[in-house]
């Protein structure tokens, strides 16, 4: 892991710091008619003024709204699978595939926004490595909240930290 970390971690050429949400995810998303509002900007409540107001990578948000898709995922495919126990196998696979559709179609729009502008860093694994690591960083911190508030729920992070563990391996 300290390994995982210490590649992970290395600041890529070209990448710019910026104001960031700082607790973006599905929550923080209204859609009103025709029209979408992101809401919230205090940033994670836990945390200090200075380190809200902090720059960052925007990555950090992107990671936010990542994890928020694996919650809402296994959120419904354990609600659904409660009521059909039967169906759970289907019902968890189906609820997985919509997480990584909803990955890929936001990840997507991401990047053809973000595109061509300057905190689009250029060398894709250098990209993928710092998302990776803010999705890491996500992932253990929901470890550390679920079991400080809703141990029921603590499975959903541990499994992000999982996920991220096995692709780390297939990839090596």
């Known amino acids: 892991m300290d390994a995982l970390l210490a590649r992970l971690a290395t600041e890529p050429a070209g990448a710019l710091k910026t104001r960031v949400h700082g607790d973006y995810h599905l929550g923080q998303v209204l859609i009103v008619q025709?029209?979408?509002?992101?809401?919230?900007?205090?940033?994670?409540?836990?945390?200090?003024?200075?380190?809200?107001?902090?720059?960052?990578?925007?990555?950090?948000?992107?990671?936010?709204?990542l994890r928020s898709f694996a919650y809402a995922a296994q959120t419904a495919a354990a609600d659904v699978?409660?009521?059909?126990?039967?169906?759970?196998?289907?019902?968890?696979?189906?609820?997985?595939?919509?997480?990584?559709?909803?990955?890929?179609?936001?990840?997507?729009?991401?990047?053809?926004a973000a595109g061509d502008s300057g905190v689009w860093i250029a060398d894709a694994a250098a990209r993928d490595d710092l998302l990776r690591l803010h999705l890491l960083a996500k992932a253990?911190?929901?470890?550390?909240?679920?079991?400080?508030?809703?141990?029921?729920?603590?499975e959903t992070p541990v499994r992000g930290v999982l996920m991220l563990l096995d692709e780390e391996i297939a990839g090596s």
């Open 81 to 112: 699978s409660g009521r059909f126990p039967e169906a759970a196998p289907r019902i968890g696979a189906a609820a997985e595939a919509w997480r990584r559709l909803a990955t890929d179609a936001f990840l997507d729009a991401y990047r053809e």
């Open 140 to 154: 253990v911190y929901e470890v550390n909240y679920e079991a400080n508030n809703r141990p029921d729920w603590i």
């Open 34 to 65: 025709d029209d979408v509002m992101i809401v919230d900007f205090e940033g994670e409540p836990s945390r200090p003024v200075e380190a809200r107001r902090a720059k960052s990578s925007p990555l950090r948000d992107v990671a936010g709204m």
